[in-house]
Structure formats: C-alpha cells, structure tokens
C-alpha cells in the first residue's frame, strides 16, 4: 500500500528509529556525502589524538560512539517502562500514537466543516485529490469521501507496519522483543558499513587511515579546480 508524503514523513518524523536514516543525520551532510567528506568537517570529532589522521582505531571508536547514540535514541523512544527491553507492545503504543497524530493534523487542515470526513471538495481545496498521492487507497468503498474510520484504518494499518519494520530491523532472534545488545549490534553492522563505504572514497593508499592529506583531496576533489 501507497501512504502519502504527510503520513510517511509524520510517521518518520515521530520514529526516528531507522539506524540508516539516523546515520544519516549523525555522519553526513546535508549534500548527501559522508560528513567525514564535508569540509567543515571538525576532525577532532574522530582524529581523538589531534595527530591529523583518522587511525582505524580512532573509526573504529567512532563506530562504537554512533552505534551508542543510536541505542540510545530508539529505547529513549519506546523503551516507555526503561527496563531495557523494547516489547511489541510498546512499538505499537508509539506508532499508534504517531498514526492519530497525523490523523488528527489531517482532519484539522482540511475538514473545513469539521464532520470527521473529507469530502471531495475538501482535498481539492487543500491541495489534495483522491487518485493522486495514495489518498485513493484510503477511501476503501469508493465513494469520494474519505470518512474517519477510512484514515484511521489507514492510519492504524502503517502503525501495524511501523511496528513490524521496527522489529524486522532490531529484533534479530524473533523473539518479539528488542534488546541493548540487540539493539547495538545492528546499528554496529550500520555504522561499520558507513565507515567502510568512507574509507572506500578516501583512504586512496588503502591503509586503512584517513590522512589529513588524502581528506584535503577530497575536499579539492568536490569543491573543484579552483577550490583552496
């Protein structure tokens, strides 16, 4: 099933749980590079000894300080009872949470009349059209008007697939829970990855560190000819 821009974002928005996308966030710049190819990059962030090289050692660590943050940010964000483990049942209370959010939100910018429904009129004169942007999908009998019960089953249906998305990334013995350990070792996997794919774009002499001359190169490299 297709959901619509404002409900993936508001969903992810309210999550962000996905070890990539959080990575992102963490690691890299707002051009999509890898922020250790930004050139306001502060390197004291990784080069800890200040000997102007990022040692394997020192990628190292970083990837145990991100995988850290990232454990971190998702038991922050569903470990409601803070026992350390993350239970189906407590995914499910945020994604629900986030899916009447964006049920509520909807219903405030475009129900002009305030009945609960939004007619035909009414998406068009939000910007919005039944067809287009996977609104069609919601209106389950057809009939031009998407009705409460219509976004709330929608809305309930993506909780359900947050919440499994959530454990088929973390819960890795399928047990139905989220462990610390758990947790950690997948974003790990995540953050080695990341680091290898660095490594691949700059350590040009293959020995596994990143010198301050082969980060200048990059810089260079991206910001053109003329940069200095």
Request: aromatic content about 4%; hydrophobic content about 40%.
């Amino acid at each position: 099933m297709k959901f619509t821009k404002l409900l993936a974002s508001a969903l992810w928005a309210a999550f962000s749980i996905q070890a990539s996308a959080q990575l992102t966030t963490n690691v890299c710049g707002t051009n999509g590079l890898s922020a250790l190819q930004e050139v306001h990059l502060d390197l004291s962030q990784f080069d800890t000894n200040g000997d102007g090289t990022i040692s394997s050692n020192e990628l190292a660590a970083a990837a145990v300080e991100i995988s850290q943050g990232l454990q971190t940010n998702l038991f922050a964000r569903f470990d409601a009872n803070s026992d350390g483990v993350i239970t189906s049942e407590e995914i499910l209370a945020v994604t629900e949470g986030a899916a009447e959010v964006w049920v509520t939100n909807l219903l405030s910018r475009l129900d002009v009349n305030k009945d609960g429904s939004l007619s035909a009129a009414e998406l068009r004169r939000g910007g919005r059209r039944l067809g287009h942007g996977g609104l069609a999908s919601y209106d389950t009998n057809s009939d031009g008007v998407l009705t409460s019960d219509e976004l709330i089953a929608a809305a309930t249906g993506q909780a359900t697939n947050q919440q499994a998305n959530v454990l088929a990334r973390y819960d890795t013995d399928s047990d139905g829970t989220i462990t610390l350990a758990e947790a950690f070792a997948v974003n790990e996997t995540v953050a080695n990855g990341e680091i290898a794919e660095v490594l691949a774009r700059l350590d040009t002499n293959d020995d596994g560190e990143i010198s301050s001359a082969e980060l200048a190169a990059a810089h260079r490299a991206h910001r053109g000819p003329g940069w200095r």
